[in-house]
C-alpha cells in the first residue's frame, strides 16, 4: 500500500534546519571541512596532470575537458550526504532508537530526505569558496558551461540524481529492519554507484553496447550526462534523461515507502 | 471510561540461538536455530482517562514490551490494543499526536544541540499553535526551574537536566496519553523528587493519563494510585499499591551504624553485613520496633536507615504465591 508520506512541509523544513545547525556544532570541524575542497582540488590537478603527460587526448577529452569532468562529476557525488545517513539510521534500527520517528507525527523518509538534503546544502556551502577560487585564478583548468540553458539542465539533472540517491540510499536503511547489518549491501551499493555513474571511469571510456545498456539505468544521468551536458555534448539526451530519471525516482518512492511499511511490523525496537 | 485497552495482547519474539566458539560462528552461517520467547502472554488491562499507573515487575518481566505495543512501535503477535480509539500498530498521525512516550534510555534530544532547538523541531512537528506552545514552554520550564538551561547544548547538561528536557519536547503538544519506560533510572535522589513531583502535578493539574514504569518503588509510591505487576508476561496484580505492600512487604532493610566499636548480637534477624562500626541486617516487618528498641537500649546508636524490601523480591513471593496463595483479590 503506497500513500503519500510527505504532506506537511513545515516539519521538514525545520528537520532540514535543525540538521544544518548540526553540521555547525563543532567549530574545528567545519574549519577542516571547508579546507579539504581545496586540497582535493590540487590533488585531482596533479593526478591528471601526469596522467595527461605527453598526450593531449584521452578517450577523445582534452586535459581541460577532462579535469572539468572529473570536478565536476566528484562534486556532484559529494553533494550525495545521504549516504552517510544510512549508518547513523542503521544504527539506530540496530539499538532501537528508530522508535522517535514512528512515534512522531512524522514521516520516516520525509525526515531522511531532509536531513539529506540539508546535509548536502551545507557541503555546498563548504565547496562554495573552492568553486570561487577555481573559477577566478584556475579558469584555463575549468571550461565554462556551453550555455545558460546547458548550465541549468545539469543542475535540474543533478538535482534529481540527488534525489534518487537518497531514496536510494533511504531504501538501503530500511533493509535494516530485516538484515539488522547492512554492511555488505551498503558496499554493494556504493560500488556500483560509483562505477555505474560515471565517477569511477568516464562512461565514454566503455565498450558501446555497456553505454547504451546504461541509459535504461539512472545511474548514467545522475552524474555523467549533467558533467556531458555542462559541457555542451549529449543535449539530445537530456529530455529523455529526465522521464527516466523521473520514472526511477517515482519507483524507488513508491518502493521506499512499501519497504518502510512492510518491514517496520518485524522491528522490535529492542532496549529500553 | 477506558481510554487504554489491551485484550489477551501477546508478543512473543524469536531469537537466533548460536553455538559457542568459532565453530559455532561459522555453523551459524548455515543453519540457525530459532527459539521464541512470549515476552507478553494473554495480558488484560484497562486503564480510566486521567489515571496514573504504575507498572512493575523484574527485568524482563514485559514491561517496556507492554509501552512498545500500546505506542505502537511494536505489533502484537494475538490479541488487540486500542488506545484513545485507535489501533496503535496503524500509528496514524491523530493517534501519534495524542499520546507522548518517554523512555529512560533513549532520547529525542538532539545531542550537540541545545533543547530548544528540538521543541521547535516539535512544535513543526506536532503542529502546534504558537500561543499553546509559548504557553507550555512557560509552565514546563517554571515547572521545572529549567529556563537558564533551555540554550545550552544537551551534551553539557547533567542526566537529570536531560530528562526534564526530554518530558519538556515529550508534553509540549499537551497528549493526553504519557508513557513513561524508567523515566528516573540512574538519577540522583533529588532530581527523582523533582520529576515526581513534576509528574503528579502533570497528571493532576492536566489530567494526563500516564502510564510509569520503573524498578524504584518511590516513583510507584507517590505518583500511582493503582499498580500493575507483571512478571514472565503475565498479569499477577492489579489493583492499589497500598494493598500490595501490606500484603507482600514482609522485611525490612535496616542499617546501622555505631558511635564506637559495636559486635551487635539480635533474635530473628538475618544478616546482610556487620563491620565494626556497621550493621546492616534484614527483619520480618512486625519485629522492626521491638528489635530497634531493643537495639537503642543495648547499644550506642549513632544512625538508623530503614529501607524497603526489594521490588523483585516481593514480586517473587507474589508469583510464587506465597503468604497465602492467590490471596491478592485483584490479580487476574
Redesign the interface.
Known amino acids: 500500500m503506497v500513500k503519500t508520506e510527505v504532506t506537511h512541509v513545515g516539519k521538514y523544513l525545520e528537520t532540514g534546519k535543525i540538521s544544518m545547525k548540526n553540521q555547525v556544532a563543532y567549530r574545528f570541524d567545519v574549519f577542516v571541512r571547508s579546507i579539504l575542497p581545496f586540497i582535493r582540488l590540487f590533488l585531482a590537478y596533479a593526478l591528471w596532470k601526469a596522467l595527461y603527460a605527453g598526450q593531449s587526448v584521452i578517450g577523445g577529452m582534452s586535459f581541460e575537458m577532462m579535469m572539468t569532468y572529473y570536478l565536476i562529476t566528484s562534486f556532484l557525488l559529494r553533494l550525495d550526504q545521504s549516504s552517510g545517513l544510512v549508518w547513523e539510521t542503521a544504527e539506530e534500527i540496530r539499538e532501537g532508537r528508530f522508535s522517535k520517528y514512528m512515534v512522531r507525527p512524522i514521516s520516516p523518509l520525509g525526515h531522511f530526505l531532509a536531513a539529506g538534503l540539508a546535509k548536502t546544502l551545507y557541503v555546498l556551502l563548504l565547496v562554495l569558496p573552492a568553486v570561487v577560487v577555481l573559477a577566478a585564478f584556475m579558469h584555463r583548468i575549468l571550461l565554462p558551461p556551453a550555455g545558460w540553458m546547458n548550465l541549468a539542465g545539469a543542475c535540474l539533472m543533478g538535482f534529481m540524481g540527488l534525489i534518487f540517491l537518497c531514496l536510494l540510499n533511504y531504501l538501503t536503511t530500511m533493509l535494516a529492519f530485516k538484515f539488522n547489518d547492512i554492511t555488505g549491501w551498503h558496499l554493494l551499493k556504493e560500488n556500483l554507484v560509483e562505477f555505474l555513474s560515471g565517477s569511477l571511469v568516464p562512461l565514454s571510456l566503455l565498450p558501446e553496447w555497456i553505454q547504451e545498456a546504461m541509459r535504461f539505468f539512472p545511474f548514467y544521468y545522475m552524474q555523467y550526462l549533467p558533467a556531458s551536458l555542462y559541457l555542451g555534448l549529449k543535449t539530445e539526451e537530456f529530455v529523455p534523461g529526465l522521464i527516466i530519471l523521473g520514472l526511477w525516482i517515482t519507483g524507488l518512492y513508491g518502493l521506499s515507502v512499501f519497504v518502510y511499511h512492510r518491514f517496520r511490523r518485524i522491528y522490535e525496537g529492542v532496549g529500553n | 471510561m477506558a481510554i487504554i485497552q489491551a485484550r489477551s495482547l501477546t508478543k512473543i519474539?524469536r531469537r537466533i540461538k548460536k553455538q559457542d566458539g568459532l565453530k559455532g560462528a561459522f555453523k551459524a552461517l548455515f543453519h540457525r536455530e530459532v527459539v521464541k520467547k512470549a515476552a507478553l502472554d494473554s495480558f488484560d488491562l484497562e486503564i480510566d482517562e486521567g489515571e496514573c499507573i504504575g507498572l512493575i515487575g523484574p527485568n524482563g518481566a514485559g514491561k517496556?514490551t507492554l509501552v512498545?505495543l500500546l505506542?505502537?512501535?511494536?505489533?502484537p503477535t494475538s490479541g488487540s490494543c486500542d488506545v484513545l480509539g485507535f489501533t496503535p500498530?496503524m500509528?496514524k498521525?491523530e493517534f501519534?499526536?495524542s499520546?507522548?512516550?518517554v523512555?529512560?534510555?533513549?532520547s529525542?534530544l538532539?545531542w550537540?544541540?541545545p533543547a530548544s532547538?528540538?521543541f521547535?523541531?516539535?512544535?513543526?512537528?506536532?503542529?502546534i499553535p504558537e500561543e499553546v506552545y509559548r504557553a507550555n514552554m512557560d509552565y514546563f520550564s517554571d515547572l521545572f526551574q529549567v529556563k537558564d538551561l533551555i540554550n545550552v547544548?544537551v551534551r553539557n547538561l547533567s542526566l537529570g537536566e536531560r530528562m526534564k528536557m526530554e518530558l519538556i519536547a515529550a508534553l509540549l503538544h499537551s497528549p493526553r496519553v504519557l508513557f513513561l519506560?524508567?523515566p528516573t533510572?540512574g538519577l540522583d535522589a533529588i532530581a527523582q523528587k523533582q520529576i515526581r513531583q513534576f509528574l503528579r502535578q502533570v497528571n493532576q493539574e492536566r489530567g494526563v493519563t500516564i502510564l510509569l514504569t520503573s524498578h524504584y518503588m518511590e516513583d510507584i509510591r507517590h505518583l500511582c494510585k493503582r499498580t500493575v505487576v507483571i512478571s514472565s508476561g503475565k498479569k499477577i496484580y492489579d489493583g492499589p499499591l497500598d494493598m500490595l505492600l501490606d500484603r507482600f512487604q514482609e522485611y525490612r532493610v535496616i542499617h546501622v551504624t555505631f558511635e564506637r566499636e559495636t559486635e551487635p548480637q539480635l533474635d530473628a534477624v538475618e544478616w546482610v553485613e556487620k563491620s565494626p562500626y556497621k550493621a546492616v541486617f534484614r527483619i520480618r516487618r512486625d519485629l522492626v520496633t521491638p528489635t530497634l528498641q531493643e537495639m537503642l537500649s543495648l547499644y550506642d546508636v549513632d544512625d538508623i536507615r530503614i529501607e524497603e524490601e526489594d521490588i523483585g523480591n516481593v514480586i517473587e513471593r507474589i508469583y510464587h504465591g506465597e503468604n497465602g496463595g492467590d490471596s491478592c483479590g485483584q490479580v487476574s
Open positions: 519474539y517496556t512498545k505506542c505502537g512501535i511494536i505489533q500498530g500509528l498521525n501519534r499526536r499520546f507522548a512516550v523512555m529512560g534510555q533513549k529525542q538532539w550537540d544541540l532547538d528540538t521547535a523541531l516539535n512544535r513543526e512537528i506536532y503542529d547544548p519506560d524508567e533510572i
